[in-house]
C-alpha cells in the first residue's frame, strides 16, 4: 500500500526530519496561507513559490521525482476546474487553481515526508488539537493495513462467489463490508482489552517534545520566507 | 507445594458471552509461585477466555484470586500490574506507532518517567533480542517478532505472574528454543497456554486440559500428552492414513 | 469529492476553518466524555474500516461499480458525535498522507462530510428508527449534503462551474447517492443479521438541537444547489457584487494600516505584518474558541 512509501520516508534522517514537528507544521501553515491568499498568481510567482519546496526537497533528501509525482494526484481534480476557467475566458484563474492545489500538495508531501505521523499528531496536539481526536487518529493509522489486509481477503471471498448476476454480486459485496464491520468492531474490543491489560486507565503519559534554537531560527526564516513569497512585488 | 499459597486460585468460575455461548463452565484452578502450568484444550474449548479473566478483562460468575486480592474493580491495577498477560493475537496487543513506544506503554502507564520507561523498554527488547526494531513500525514486522514484541512490552512492566496465550504460534524452531530457554531462565510463576506439547514439556511442570469450558484433567505434562493423544505426530499419521483411505 | 488547496477563497476557507476546527474539538472532548474510554480504539479502527471498506466495489451494471462513503453507516452505528470525529479523522489522514483534500480546505471538507453529510445521514433514522427506508435515505442524504455543500462553496468562491457540468454532475451525484442508500442499507442489514440486535433504536436524547442544526445543513445544501443550477450566473455575479473575497481582505488589513505604516516604510513589510496577524488571529480566534466551549462546558 502507498502510504508505506510516505512513512519510510519520514523516518529517514536529515536536517528537516530532525525538526521539531510544531515547527515544520507551522511553516508549512505559512506557506500554504501564503500561496492561497495570493491574488491572481502568475507565473513567475508561482515560480518562487516553487523554490522552498524544491529547498524542501533537497534539506529532507526526499526522492523528488516521486514527490512531484505524488502531488500530482490532484491534478485531475484542478484540470477539470481549470477547464471550466479557461471556457468561461478565465485563464488566468485555470493556471492559478493549476498551481496553487499542485504546490499545496507538494508542500503537505515534504511536512509529511520529514515528519512521522505519530510526531506529526503529538505536534498538533502540543498546539492546540484535541488528544482524543489525535488518538483516534493514530489508532486509525495503525490499523489501516490490518483492516486492509482483512478487506482484501473478504475482496477475494466476495469475487470468488460473483459467478451470479449483479444483484447477487451486490449482496455478496453487503455481506462482506458487513463481515468486515464486525471483525472490526471485534479487533477494537481486542485492543481496547489489551491496553486495559497494561496497564491503561485512560490517559497515558506522551513523550515530551523540545525546541531547540536551530528549530526557533528554522520557524523564523521560514515564516518569513512565505511572507516574502506573497509579497515580493515583481 | 500444597502448603504454599497460590498465587493464582480460581474457583467456580462460570462465564456466558453476550450472544449466549457458555465459554466457561465451573473452571477450578490453581498456579503456585514458581511453577510452570501448560493449559491444554481443543479450539474454542475455552482457554482464551479463561485468562481474560485471570486480570479482570473479562468478569464472570465465581471466584478468582490473584496474591490473595478478589479480582473486582478496585483491584484491578493491581491486579494487573502482577499479572502480564501476552495475548494470542499480537496485531492487538501492538497499538503504539513505534516498537520501542510500544514496550514503553505499559512502564508509562505504571508511573515511569519518560526516560526510565524507555530505559526499561530497551532493556525487556534486549531480552527477546530484538533490540535492532527499536523505531519499527509494529505492523512492519514479522508474525513471529510480533509475538517477541508482545512479550518484551510485557517483561518491561515486571510483572509477578506471566500468562502467556499461545506464545509459539508464528515462532521458527529457533526462536521457539530461544523462548523456551528465555522463560525457564525467568523466575516468575507461569500459565502457559498452548497447542505444542514439546514445547509445554520443555517448560512445565505440570498440565492441565480443558474441554468445554471445563477443568478435565489435571497431571504431568507427560501424563496428559499421553492421555490426550496431543502429540502431533500421531495427528500426522492419521492424517495421512485418511488421505489414502480417499 | 475532497476540495483541495487553492480552489476557495480566503473568507471561504477560513470562515469554515474557523467553525469547523473548534466544533470538532468540541465534538471530541464531549464524545470523549460520553463514550467510555473503550471507544478511542474503536473510533480508530472504524475509521481504518471505512478505508478499508473501501476496497470492496459493488457492482452497478454496465460494467461499473461503486464503493462505500461511511458516514451514514458511522453515524448509525456509533451516533452522530463520534462518527463527526471518524469521519473527521479520516479526512485528516486523507489530506495529509493521501493529499484528497487540501490542508487550509480541511475545515470545508469536514463542515461538508463530517459535520453535515454525517448529521443528514443520522437524521432519517433518528426520525424513522432502524428501518431500510430510513438506511436508504441516510445514505442519499449523506452523499448530496457533502457534495452539494462543497459545490455551494466552490461557486461562491468565484470557481467558474458552466451550466452543462453543473447538470451532468448534479446527476451523477443523484446516482452515488442512491447507490449509497442501497449500499449502507445493505450493509447495515447485514450486520444487523450478524449481531441481531446491534442497531438500537435511535436515543431520544437532545433532539431538537440535533434536527435544528441538522435541518439547517440540508436545507443550505439544498436551497443551495438548486439555486445554483437554476442561476449558475447568478450565483457568481452574486458572489461577485457582494465581492466577499476583496471585501474580507480589507477587513483584515485595515485595524493594521495606520499603525504599520509609522512602522515600516515599504508596502511590503506592510503586507507582510498583514499575512503575519491574519495567521496569528486564525490560530488564537481557533484556541480562544475551543477554551471558551471547554470552560463553558466544565461550569
Ligand atoms: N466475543 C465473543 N462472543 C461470543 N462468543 C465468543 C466470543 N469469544 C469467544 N467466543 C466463543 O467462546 C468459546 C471459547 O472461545 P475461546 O477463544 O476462549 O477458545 P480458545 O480455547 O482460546 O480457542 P483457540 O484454541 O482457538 O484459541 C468459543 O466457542 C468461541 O466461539
Ligand atoms: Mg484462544
Known sequence: MHHVVIERWSRGSSVLHSRDARIKLLVTLGYLIALATTPGLTLARAALYAVPIAAGIQLGRLPAGALLARAAVVLPFSATFALFSVIAGDTARAVSLVVKSYLSAAAVLVLVGTTPLPKLLRGMELLGAPRMLTLVVQFLFRYLFVISEHAQHMRLAALCRGSGGARLRFRAAAGAVAVLFARSFGRAEGIHRAMLARGFSGETPALPMVIDAVDVLFLIVGLAAALALRVIPL | MSERKPVIEVRGLRFRYADGTMALDGVDFRLYAGETVALFGRNGSGKTTFVHHLNGLLRGEGEVTVCGLPVKKENLPTVRRKIGLVFQDSDEQLFMPTVLEDVAFGPLNLGFGAAEAIEVARAALREVGLESLANKAPYHLSAGEKKRVALAGILAMQPEILVLDEPTTFLDPPSQSQLASLLRSLPQAKLIVTHDANFALALATRAVFFEKGKIVAEGSVEEIVERFQWIPRTLREREFTTHQAE | MHIPDGFLSTPVWLGLDVVSLPAVGYVARRARRELEETRIPLLGVMGAFVFAAQMINFPVGAGTSGHLVGSALLAITLGPGAAAVVMTAILGIQAFVFQDGGVLALGANVFNMAFAGVLAGYLPYHFWGPRRLAFIAGGALSVLAGAALAIVELLVSGVPVPRPA????????????????????????????????????PEKTRPRALAVVGLTAVLLAAVGVLFASAYPDGLESLAESIGIADRARTLFATPLMDYEAQFFGSPWMQKAAAGLAGLA????????IGRYVRRQRRA
Open chain 3, 166 to 201: 453543473l447538470l451532468v454532475s448534479s446527476g451523477i451525484f443523484a446516482v452515488t447517492a442512491l447507490l449509497e442508500g442501497l449500499i449502507t442499507a445493505a450493509v447495515l442489514e447485514g450486520i444487523e443479521k450478524l449481531n441481531p440486535g446491534f442497531i438500537r433504536k
Open chain 3, 281 to 288: 488571529l486564525i490560530y488564537g480566534v481557533c484556541l480562544m
